[in-house]
């Protein structure tokens, strides 16, 4: 399987060392995204010029491999030439790492089936509880607060190194972790084992007053019909809130069937293909009635990119937030002769109008903060329903 990826991963090229932002929201959680599905093959993404080309990376590995060193030093040599070729998004993953990470391209990952922050007193405190998973069984909710994972203390360590820890890099279905846990004055301990576990990336419900939230934390397998499920669902007549805060990207393919849901066909992000420019069509026969309004924020980035300015430019939806990242580059991997996996820039999509994306961000129709999702039920009253 290969194909692009439109999820946002930071420059991080140490191979064997904790990924960074990315899996913070993905390892454990199941918030993952990219684009080596089945479906992402049937809309590809463009193999276009590429800011760190994979036959120099490849090369650079293989020269070493028949310099006779060893693959962990033939991995640092390709690593050597993605940190030369200026590419802001390209990364070297160890096999084990890769291996992951495209089982999650999948919708699924390996964990307890848990969410987690950091708070303003610098604890890790649960945020949500996977159904039907060990945590849940476990009888862990949200608000508890993780004190160690498997005896050692979590409170001055990273979140994303805790939620890998939970997850145990390379850990198969089965392995056992220790928590410990405090609620209150309370405090204990609890032995989980993972599992292999579906990824949760859409929800609804629906809001006082009748307007329904639909909240799209990636774009994994799946996760654009599950939208159009959502949308069809609705009640007669309500408006829809499109929650696309802190979604950082996932499969194009899936941003394209989600922009489906609510247009009747037509353009939904243009890109480069060897020079020439190639199109995104969304599928005829979407609700394009309903009043709709996307809440966007600086986390916001590369596919919830491409259908928030699609949605935009088609005037489809007002949208409300805060300005967005502003990735709208496209990575391809590339298998190295050792089994690590370098993923490198391969081009840039722009939106129906021709904006780009990357660098830039999306400006919201309307600007708003932390009362942003109260001015966007005030915008959706205001569209009022459709006759």
């Known amino acids: 399987m290969s194909g692009p990826d439109l999820f946002h991963r930071p420059r991080s090229i140490r191979r064997g060392a904790a990924l960074t932002l990315v899996f913070a ?28 080309p994979a036959d120099k990376v490849a090369d650079a590995a293989a020269e070493a491999m028949a310099d006779g060193k060893s693959p962990a030093e033939a991995a640092e040599a390709a690593e050597e030439a993605v940190s030369r070729s200026g590419d802001r998004w390209a990364s070297v993953y160890d096999a084990t790492e890769y291996e992951e990470f495209a089982q999650e391209l999948e919708g699924e990952y390996t964990g307890v089936g848990l969410w987690a922050r950091r708070t303003r007193d610098g604890a890790i405190e649960v945020t949500r509880v996977q159904r039907g998973g060990p945590a849940e069984r476990a009888g862990i909710v949200r ?11 979590v409170a001055d360590r990273p979140v994303s190194e805790v939620l890998a820890r939970l997850r145990g890099r390379g850990a198969d279905a089965g392995t056992r972790v220790e928590l410990g846990l405090t609620r209150g004055t309370r405090a204990w301990s609890r032995v ?18 009748g307007p329904v939230l639909i909240k799209v934390t990636a774009f994994t397998k799946g996760t ?9 669902s609705a009640p007669d007549h ?9 979604n950082a990207g996932g499969l194009v393919s899936e941003a394209v069937v989600a922009a489906s849901a609510f247009l009747d066909g037509g353009l939904v992000a243009t890109y480069d293909e060897k020079g020439e420019q190639r199109a995104l069509h969304a599928e005829a026969g979407g609700d394009t009635l309903r009043p709709l309004v996307v809440l966007v924020d600086g986390g916001t980035m590369s596919a919830a990119e491409l259908l928030t300015g699609a949605l935009q430019d088609r005037g489809r939806a007002v949208v409300v937030g805060t300005r967005t990242f502003g990735k709208g580059s496209v990575q391809m991997p590339t298998r190295l002769p050792d089994g690590s996996v370098a993923e490198l820039t391969v081009g840039h999509y722009r939106t129906p109008s021709g904006r780009g994306v990357d660098g830039r961000g999306i400006t919201p129709d309307l600007e708003a903060g932390e009362a942003a999702e109260e001015r966007a039920r005030t915008v959706l009253s205001g569209l009022g329903t459709p006759s």
Request: glycine share 12%; aromatic share 2%.
């Open 238 to 246: 309500a408006g829809i809130l499109l929650d696309l805060r802190g």
């Open 143 to 153: 608000g508890d607060r993780l004190r160690t994972v498997d005896g050692k203390p």
């Open 224 to 232: 654009g019909e599950q939208v159009r499920s959502a949308v069809r």
């Open 192 to 209: 989980l084992r993972r599992e292999t576990l579906e990824t949760e990336s859409v929800s609804s419900r629906t809001l006082a007053g």
């Open 25 to 52: 929201s993905v390892l454990f959680t199941g918030a993952a995204a990219g684009s080596w599905s089945e479906q992402g093959r049937k809309n590809p993404q463009p193999p276009a010029r590429s800011a760190a």
